[in-house]
C-alpha cells in the first residue's frame, strides 16, 4: 500500500506503538558479551556475533511456526531457550539447561540506544508510548525501568496468543487503548512487523538503524528514519 503523507500521519497519530528488541532496546550489546562468555567457558572459538545472529534467526523460525500451528502460545522465553540450545547442540557443545536460561535472562538486562531516551521524552509530550512486543510480560515489565522516559503501558503477544506479524496482536493494542488502526504508528527497525501493522491499518515508521533494505512488499513505510532522534523531528518539528 502507498505510504501516507507524513503531515497526515502527524495529524492523525495518537499512539507510538514501538516494537522494542533492536529497535529501541539494544540487543548486540548484552547478548554478543554473554554468548561469548558462555563459548569461551567451553573452550569454543567460535564467533559470539554469528552465534548471535543464527540463534535470532532460529528464534524468529520457530516463533513463526509457533503463531501458525493449533495448539497454545509458546513464552517468549522457551522459544529462545530452545534455539539457543540447538544453535550449541550443532557447535558440538555439551551445555546445561542453566546456562542456557542464564543468557536468556539477560534480555531483561537490555538498555536503550544512545538516542531513545531523549527522543521519547521529547514524544511524550505530544503522544501515547506504547511497547508491543514479541517478549513475555514479565520481560517488559523488566525492561520498561530502563527507559529515562516510563512508556505509557506495554503490550505482549503473549495476551494475544500469537506473535507478530499475526493481527492479534495488533489489534489487541488497538483495544487497549482504544483507538483505531490508522491512529496508531507502529515504529520497528523490522520489515516483517511492519508489513503486519500496515495490513491492519495502522500506519509505519521504518526506523532503520542497521541501513538494510525494507524489501519488496506491497506495504510501505509511511516514515523512513534513521534513529528516534530523526523521529522525534519528523513527528514534532
Known amino acids: 500500500m502507498s505510504p501516507i503523507a507524513t503531515e ?18 539494544d540487543r548486540d550489546s548484552t547478548l554478543i558479551p ?21 540463534y535470532l534467526a532460529m528464534h524468529f523460525r520457530d516463533s513463526m511456526i509457533d503463531s501458525l500451528i493449533p495448539g497454545p502460545h509458546t513464552p517468549f522465553k ?11 547442540e550443532q557447535l558440538g557443545l555439551d551445555v546445561s539447561d542453566e546456562e542456557v536460561r542464564a543468557v536468556i535472562r539477560r534480555w531483561k538486562e537490555l538498555e536503550p540506544y544512545p538516542d531513545v531516551d531523549a527522543a521519547l521524552g521529547e514524544l511524550a ?41 499475526h493481527r492479534a496482536s495488533y489489534d489487541l493494542c488497538c483495544e487497549r487503548f482504544g483507538v483505531a488502526p490508522h491512529e496508531v504508528l507502529f515504529v520497528t527497525s ?19 538503524r542497521h541501513e538494510n533494505p525494507f524489501g519488496g512488499w506491497n506495504y510501505r513505510p509511511d516514515v523512513r528514519v534513521d534513529d528516534t532522534e530523526a523521529l522525534a523531528d519528523v513527528l514534532t518539528g
Do not use: Q
Not at 8 to 22: G, I, N, Q, S
Not at 130 to 142: C, F, I, K, Q, R
Open 8 to 25: 497526515t500521519v502527524r495529524e492523525e497519530t495518537t499512539v507510538l506503538a514501538f516494537d522494542l528488541w533492536d529497535t529501541l532496546l
Open 34 to 54: 554473554a554468548l561469548g562468555e558462555l563459548l569461551e567457558a567451553h573452550e569454543c572459538d567460535y564467533d559470539p556475533e554469528v552465534l548471535l545472529r543464527r
Open 78 to 88: 522457551e522459544i529462545s531457550r530452545r534455539a539457543l540450545t540447538y544453535r550449541l
Open 125 to 165: 509530550d505530544e503522544y501515547v508510548l506504547v511497547g508491543l512486543s514479541n517478549g513475555d510480560p514479565d520481560m517488559l515489565e523488566a525492561v520498561r525501568s530502563n527507559f529515562e522516559t516510563d512508556l505509557d503501558g506495554v503490550v505482549s503477544v503473549a495476551k494475544a496468543g500469537a506473535y507478530k506479524p
Open 190 to 208: 523490522h520489515t516483517f512487523d511492519l508489513v503486519g501493522a500496515k495490513a491492519v491499518g495502522m500506519r509505519g515508521a521504518f526506523l532503520n
